[in-house]
């Protein structure tokens, strides 16, 4: 007998505005992390937030979960892309934490408190006399995670506990 090997392969839906340099970022390193454990990225690309609603329509069917970058144009008409998640129960996920309490179900990102935080210690730096060219540009070293239950339960997801259990917030 020969034996059928099936592969499945997660398809990941992301609205942004190509426009966005920070998004463009983003988005490249999202599909360069996707591509190495087989998730395929689906890319809707806006101009303004009128185009977000029929983006993010265009991804039902296509996609098992949204993902939405630190883009403006998308975090701006987040509700759109909310209601779209809901109506078809597709879980949205968000990398700004601030999002989650729109309606997205969770986020791992950065912490604002934390970006303040580092952003003293370098300010600290230059006032001690150093130049400010002389110090190498960081990421943000703090993150949280953020949890929202009710729009999982929306989006027919149900949070495990041990999730619940381990987010800085819970919305």
Known sequence: FKVLRIIYYYRIGTVYNAGEPN??????ILKEKASSMNINVVEA???TTADVLAAAESL???VD????VTDNTAVAALDAIVGVCEANKIP????????????AIASIGPS????GEDLGKVAARIFK???PGDIPSTGGSKFETVVNPKAAERMGVTVPQAV????????
């Open 92 to 103: 949205l996920f968000v990398a700004d934490p601030s999002s989650v309490e729109a309606g």
């Open 45 to 47: 690309s806006v101009s």
């Open 60 to 62: 039902v069917g296509k």
């Open 23 to 28: 998004s463009v970022v983003q988005i490249n």
């Open 129 to 131: 006399g150093e130049k």
């Open 65 to 68: 979960t949204i993902y939405i």
């Open 112 to 115: 604002y408190k934390g970006m």
């Open 164 to 171: 619940l259990d381990r987010a800085d917030k819970v919305v």
